[in-house]
C-alpha cells in the first residue's frame, strides 16, 4: 500500500520533523492564559495527531518564557451571563481537551518553561513526561482562589506524586518548583533554563526511533492500569466547578487576589 501524507491544516501549531511532532501552545491573552479559543485549537490538534500514523513522539511547549497561566479569568464572567446548561456544555473544553491528549497514541512530553499554573498544569499533567528548567514554577492556585480542581486532572496528579503531595499541590495551591518537581515525581527531567525545548526534542526522537506498535499498546497499556478508576472520579468534576464557581467565596477569592490581600472565606 502506498503511504498516504497527512497534511497538517494550516490553523493548527503544529510542526512535524522525523516522526517528532511540536506542538506550541500560543495564546493571544497576556501570559500565556488560556482562552475559549485556545482550548478547543488544543483539543484539535491532539485528535489530529492520534489520527496520524506518521507522528511517532510529541512535544508541547509553551512561550520560550511560559508555559501558561492558567485559564484567564474573563471566562469566569463569560459563564456568568450563560443558562445552567450552556455553562455545563462550555466547561466541558477543558476536561475534553485534557482527554485528547492523554488519549494520543504515541509518547507525549511537555517542555516547560516559567509559570505552569491552573489548566496549563492539568494539560502538562495529560502528557507521559515533563521537562522542567530551572525556571519552572508549577501551581494549582483554583481551591485557594476558591474553586474546585476539575478537568479530570487529580488522578492524573495522585498517580505521580501520591495522595498527600497532591493534597499539597491541589489543596494547597503550594508553588512547585524545578528542583521539588523532579523530586516528587512531577517532572522527570530538570535543565537549565531555555532548555527543555531542546531537551524534550532530543528525548523525542529517541522515543519516534522506537518500534511504533509496541510503543503505542504498551503505553495503552500502561495508561490503562494507572487510570482505570479515573472516569469513576472525575466524572462529576465540571458539576463540582460549577458549584464552587456560583459560591460568595470564589469572588472574594479573586477580588482577593486581584487587591492583593488575604481573602476571608465564609463557606457561601
Known sequence: MTHTPHPTPTTLPLTVEAGVATVTLASKAPQQALLFETLQTMLEVAQHIRGRTDIHAVVLTGSPTRFSAGVDLSLLAALDQASLLERRQLVRLGPDMCDAWAAIEVPT????????VGGGLA???SCDFRVVSDSAQLRLPEVPLGMSMSWHSLPKLVALVGPAKAKRVALAGELVDAATALAWGLAERQVAAGQSLSNA??????LAA??????????????????ALAPLATHMDRDQFLLSQSSEDLAEGIQAWLQKRPPHFQGR
Open 109 to 116: 512530553i511537555a517542555a516547560i518553561e516559567g509559570p505552569c
Open 123 to 125: 494539560l502538562a499533567l
Open 201 to 206: 526534542l532530543a528525548w523525542a526522537h529517541d
Open 210 to 227: 522506537l518500534p511504533p506498535i509496541a510503543v503505542r499498546m504498551t503505553k495503552e497499556t500502561i495508561n490503562a492500569l494507572a487510570h
